[in-house]
C-alpha cells in the first residue's frame, strides 16, 4: 500500500465518519461544521486523486458558500441553537434501513463494476488548465446555460427575499425590510441605522 | 505532489497555532463571566438588527450569501478559463467568457436596481 | 477526452455553432435576459405592459422559427459541437413546447392579479402582505422565469449528451420550483409544495447525475451516441451499465411522475398557482417525456431487452395506481393530477414499443394532451368563489346550469383525458396503444385499455357532478376574461381537430419521426 493509498483511504475514514455525525448530531449548527469537515475531507480526496481542480472547487464553493449558506439557513429560522431532541425524527430507522441498503447497492455496483481495475493517479491530469482545455473545447454550450442558471437563481433569491413595497419616504417603519427598489422612490437617508 | 507539501505544513501550523491559543487562553485566563460575556460579540455593540418576522436572522443574509455563491461560482469558471487563455486561438475564448459574465452582471444589474446591495 | 490528446493539440478553435439550428431556444433566453433587464430598469407600474407582450412575442417568434427549421427540409445534425441534436422530434417536440408555453403564458398574464403572490417576500399573513395586496401590484419575475423554465424544457429534450441534458434539467426545473410557491391564496399549501418539489427534484436530478457518472464510467463519454456504439460493442461492465440506466430511469420517471416517483405531483399540482400548475403540466411533461425518448431511443435501444421489463412494470404501476387514486380525490387540481400521473403511463407504453410508430405515436400523444390539459386548467382558474377557486369538487355541483357552456367543455375536455372517440385523446391513446402492440407489448396495451376504463369512471363522475346535482346556494361563478377565453378556446379547438381530423398532425408527428433520431 503506498503512502497516497493511506492517506486516500484515512480522508475516506474522515469523510463518511463526519458525514454521519452530520446526521446523527444532537446540535443543528455542529451539523453544519460537521459538513464542513467532511466536504474538506472530501476535497482532500480529489486532491489525492490529483483531480486539483475539482478539489479547489469543492473548497470554495462547498466548503467557503455552500455551508455559510446552509448556516444562513438554519439562523434564518427558528431552529434551535442547543441540543434539541426534535432533531431526531420517528422515521429514523427507515432512513437508516433505506441508507445502508442504498450504500450496499452502489458499493457493490462500484466494486462489481470495476473489479480489480486500477488507474495509477497522473500528477498534473486533473488541473485548472487540463480541465479549461476540455471545457472549452467540448462543452461550449452547456457552459453558456449554465450561466443562465445563475442568472435564474439570483432572480429567484431576490424574488423570495427582497420586499418591494413602494411606500412614501414619510411612512417611518425602519424595522421593515421594504425599501427595495431605487428606481421606484426617493432617498431613505433619515431612514439609516447608524453603523459602529 | 510535491507541490501541496508547503500547503499542507502552512495548514498544521495554523492549526497547531489555533490549537495551541484556544488551549492556553482556557488554561491561564481568569474565568469570571457576567451577562455582557455571554451576549453575542458584534464588534462591542448591541447586536443589530433584529429580525422582523421572529426568525432569528434578517433574510437578507440570506440574500449576501445567495450573492457570494453565485459570483464564487463564476469564479470557479474563469479559473480554468484563465489557465487556457493562451490556448485560445482568435476571439473566441474572449467573446465566450465575455457573454457568460455579461449573463451573470445581468444579474447583478437586477440585484443592484433591487436594492439587493443596500443593507438597510 | 483525455488529457494527453489535450496536451497534443493546444490550440482551442472557435467550435462550429449553427444559430440557425438553435435560434428557437437563444429567442427565448434571450427574451428572458431582456426581461431581467426589464425588471431592473423598468418603472414598477409599466413592467407588467413590458413583461407580458415581451414574453409573448420571445415565444411566438422562438414557435415561428422552429416551424422554419422544420419546414425547410434541411439535413439535421447535432448542433453546437455536438451537445444539441436539432432533429425532427425534437422540433416537434420543442414546437409543442412552445405553443403550449404560449397558452400557458395567457393564463399566467391573466391570472398574475390573482394567482400570483404581490409579494413573495412577504411572511403569510403579516401586515406587510396585506400592504402589498392592497398595492395592487404583482410579482412580474414570473414573466422571465417562465421564460427560463420554457428555455430549460427545450434544451432537455434536444439534448445530446447527458451532461448537457442535466444542464438543461437544472434550467427547467429550479425557475419551476420557485414559481410553485408563488401562489396568492393558500400561501402555506403553495410554499410546502415548493419546498417539496425542490428537496425531491433536487435528490432526482442526484439520482440523474450518480447514474450518468457510472454510464460515464461504462462508455468513457456521456455523450448519447457514444454510449450507443460503447454497447454495441459489448464489452465493459455490465453492472455499471445497468445500475447507470436505473439511476438515469429515475431521474427522468421522476421528472414525468411516473409511479412510484410521483408522490410529489399531486401536492405541488395543487399547491401551485393554478397557471404554473398548466405550464408544468403541459410542458414539463413534454420536455420530460422527449428526454426519455432521446435517451431510450438513442443511447439504449440495443439494450431494450434489459429495460423493457423494468419500463413495462412502471408503466403499469403508473396507469393503474393513477386511475384508481384518482378515484378518490376530491380535489380538482389533485384529481387532474393523478389523471396526469396515468397518462404518463400511456406515454411510457409509447416508449416501451421502441419503434418509429412508437415514436410518432408518443409525438402525437404528447400534443394532444398537452393542449387538452391547458385548457382543463384554463377552466379551473375560471371557476371561482370569495376565497378564490373554487378547488373542492363538491363546490362544483350543478356548475352545468349555471354556466352550461364552461360545464360543457370542461366535460368535453374530460371526456378526451378519458380517451372517448371523435377526442384527441381517443386519436392519442389508440395510436400509443396500437404501436405498443405491434411492438409486442399486448399485456401492456391491455392493463392500458383497462386503467382507461377505471379513468374513464372518475371523469364521469365529474361530469355527473356538474351536471347532475344542484347548485350550492353560494356555488362559485364562472369568472370568463378574454385570455383565459382564448387560451380555452385553443385547447377546445386542438382537442376537436385532433379528434376529428387527427389525420394532418398525424402526419407532421409520423415525419418528425421518420428521420429518428441525430445521433
Known amino acids: 500500500m503506498t503512502a497516497q493509498e493511506i492517506v486516500f483511504l484515512l480522508l475516506g475514514v474522515v469523510t463518511v465518519g463526519s458525514a454521519v455525525l452530520v446526521v446523527t448530531t444532537r446540535r443543528l449548527v455542529h451539523a453544519a461544521l460537521w459538513l464542513v469537515v467532511s466536504f474538506g475531507a472530501l476535497a482532500g480526496s480529489y486532491l489525492v486523486l490529483t483531480a486539483e481542480f475539482v478539489a479547489w472547487a469543492q473548497v470554495l464553493i462547498y466548503v467557503g458558500a455552500v455551508v455559510v449558506l446552509l448556516l444562513f439557513g438554519v439562523m434564518l429560522t427558528e431552529a434551535p441553537i442547543g441540543r434539541s431532541d426534535a432533531l431526531d425524527s420517528g422515521n429514523r430507522w427507515a432512513a437508516l434501513a433505506i441508507a445502508t441498503a442504498t450504500a450496499g447497492v452502489l458499493v457493490t455496483v462500484v466494486v462489481r463494476g470495476f473489479k480489480d481495475a486500477y488507474l495509477p493517479p497522473r500528477p498534473g491530469g486533473g488541473t485548472a488548465g487540463v480541465i479549461g482545455s476540455s471545457v472549452f473545447r467540448g462543452w461550449v454550450l452547456p457552459l453558456e446555460v449554465l450561466s443562465l442558471l445563475l442568472l435564474a437563481t439570483l432572480v429567484g433569491a431576490i424574488v423570495l427575499s427582497r420586499t418591494d413595497v413602494v411606500r412614501e419616504p414619510s411612512d417611518d417603519h425602519d424595522d421593515h425590510d421594504d425599501h427595495g427598489d431605487p428606481a421606484d422612490h426617493g432617498d431613505h437617508d433619515g431612514q439609516g441605522r447608524g453603523d459602529a | 505532489m510535491d507541490l501541496y507539501i508547503p500547503v499542507v505544513v502552512l495548514g498544521v501550523l495554523a492549526f497547531g497555532f489555533a490549537a495551541f491559543s484556544v488551549v492556553m487562553g482556557s488554561l491561564t485566563g481568569p474565568k469570571r463571566w457576567n451577562r455582557a460575556k455571554l451576549d453575542a460579540y458584534e464588534c462591542g455593540i448591541e447586536p443589530t438588527p433584529q429580525p422582523v418576522g421572529g426568525g432569528r436572522f434578517p433574510v437578507k443574509y440570506y440574500l449576501t450569501a445567495m450573492l457570494f455563491i453565485v459570483f464564487d461560482i463564476e469564479i470557479i469558471f474563469l479559473y480554468p478559463w484563465a489557465v487556457a487563455f493562451d490556448q485560445f486561438r482568435g476571439l473566441f475564448g474572449l467573446i465566450e467568457m465575455a457573454l457568460f459574465i455579461v449573463t451573470v452582471l445581468v444579474a447583478y444589474a437586477y440585484v443592484w436596481r433591487r436594492g439587493g446591495l443596500e443593507w438597510d | ?519
Open chain 3, 1 to 519: 477526452m483525455n488529457s494527453v490528446s489535450v496536451l497534443a493539440a493546444p490550440e482551442i478553435h472557435a467550435p462550429p455553432v449553427e444559430f440557425s439550428q438553435l435560434a428557437p431556444m437563444l429567442i427565448v433566453f434571450g427574451a428572458a435576459i431582456v426581461g431581467v433587464l426589464a425588471e431592473a430598469f423598468v418603472a414598477r407600474p409599466a413592467r407588467y405592459a413590458v413583461q407580458f407582450p415581451l414574453a409573448l412575442v420571445g415565444l411566438a417568434a422562438a414557435f415561428c422559427w422552429t416551424l422554419w427549421l422544420g419546414f425547410s427540409e434541411k439535413p439535421q445534425h447535432a448542433a453546437a459541437d455536438g451537445a444539441v441534436a436539432v432533429d425532427g422530434p425534437t422540433l416537434f417536440i420543442q414546437g409543442t413546447i412552445l405553443v403550449l408555453a404560449m397558452l400557458s403564458l395567457l393564463l399566467i398574464a391573466e391570472r398574475a392579479q390573482d394567482a400570483f403572490t404581490a409579494q413573495a417576500a412577504a411572511l403569510p399573513g403579516s401586515e406587510a402582505e396585506q400592504e402589498s395586496m392592497a398595492d395592487g401590484g404583482i410579482q412580474t419575475e414570473i414573466f422571465p422565469l417562465t421564460l427560463f423554465a420554457v428555455g430549460g424544457m427545450m434544451l432537455f429534450p434536444a439534448a445530446n449528451d447527458l451532461l448537457t441534458m442535466f444542464v438543461g434539467l437544472e434550467v427547467m426545473s429550479l425557475p419551476l420550483y420557485l414559481l410553485c410557491g408563488l401562489a396568492r391564496r393558500r400561501r402555506l399549501l403553495s410554499q410546502e409544495a415548493a419546498v417539496k418539489y425542490f428537496l425531491l427534484g433536487a435528490f432526482s436530478s442526484a439520482f440523474f447525475l450518480y447514474g450518468t457518472a457510472l454510464l460515464y464510467g461504462y462508455a468513457g463519454s456521456v455523450r448519447l451516441s457514444a454510449i450507443s456504439a460503447a454497447l454495441s460493442r459489448s464489452g465493459g461492465s455490465e453492472t455499471l451499465l445497468l445500475a447507470g440506466v436505473a439511476l438515469l430511469s429515475v431521474g427522468l420517471l421522476f421528472k414525468i411522475g411516473a409511479v412510484p416517483f410521483h408522490p410529489w405531483k399531486p401536492d405541488v399540482y395543487q399547491g401551485a398557482p393554478t397557471p404554473i400548475t398548466a405550464l408544468m403540466a403541459s410542458c414539463t411533461v413534454v420536455a420530460a417525456v422527449g428526454a426519455a425518448l432521446r435517451v431510450f431511443y438513442v443511447a439504449f435501444e440495443t439494450l431494450r431487452w434489459d429495460w423493457r421489463p423494468m419500463m413495462w412494470g412502471v408503466a403499469i404501476l403508473t396507469m393503474m395506481v393513477g386511475a384508481i387514486v384518482a378515484i378518490t380525490q376530491t380535489d380538482i387540481k389533485r384529481m387532474l393530477a393523478y389523471s396526469s400521473i396515468a397518462h404518463g403511463g400511456f406515454l411510457l407504453t409509447g416508449i416501451v414499443a421502441t419503434s418509429e410508430s412508437g415514436l410518432s405515436a408518443t409525438l402525437f400523444y404528447l400534443a394532444a394532451y398537452g393542449f387538452t390539459t391547458v385548457g382543463a386548467f384554463a377552466i379551473v382558474t375560471m371557476v371561482r368563489d370569495t376565497t378564490g377557486e373554487a378547488g373542492h369538487l363538491g363546490r362544483w355541483a350543478g356548475l352545468g346550469r349555471r354556466s352550461p357552456v364552461i360545464a360543457g367543455i370542461f366535460a368535453f375536455f374530460l371526456l378526451a383525458f378519458a380517451g372517448i372517440p371523435l377526442t384527441s385523446g381517443f386519436t392519442g391513446k389508440f395510436a400509443v396503444f396500437q404501436a405498443a402492440a405491434d411492438g409486442g407489448a399486448v399485456p401492456l396495451v391491455i392493463v392500458g385499455v383497462l386503467s382507461s376504463a377505471i379513468a374513464a369512471f372518475f371523469y364521469v363522475r365529474v361530469i355527473v357532478v356538474m351536471f347532475f346535482s344542484e347548485p350550492e346556494p353560494d356555488a362559485p361563478s364562472v369568472v370568463t376574461t378574454a385570455t383565459t377565453a382564448t387560451a380555452v378556446a385553443l385547447g377546445l379547438t386542438a382537442t376537436v381537430v385532433l379528434g376529428v381530423l387527427p389525420q394532418p398532425m398525424l402526419d407532421l408527428a409520423g415525419q418528425a419521426a421518420t428521420q429518428l433520431f441525430v445521433r
